[in-house]
């Protein structure tokens, strides 16, 4: 294959020359486009992820402080039933939507 490309060539030039082209082209001219186009996937894809992890790391504070905050409650309210709890901060007209499932797995070691 090689020795035949070169055969060509030789004899013509130009014609080689321009299918040399059209290979730079389809190849390493390419190349570059595609690292760019890989880089540009990488690096969404690496802030994705840690936008991800982010995430992650941001839900499980919100469930740890929302667990506090449900375990506080618990205790500010004298250690009721969490369901009572609920029935309380419903009826203080508390925001406790976001708390409830904390709330209603509350588990108080002083219960
Ligand atoms: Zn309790």
Redesign the pocket.
Known sequence: MASSVMTLSTENSEDIECFIDISTCDSFAGLPNIFDYGDEAHMPEFLSTEHVEGRVQQRFELMCRNRKEAITL??AHG?PNNRTLLLNLEAKGLPYRHLKRYVLA?S????
């Open positions: 618990h205790r250690h509350i108080c070691d002083a219960c």
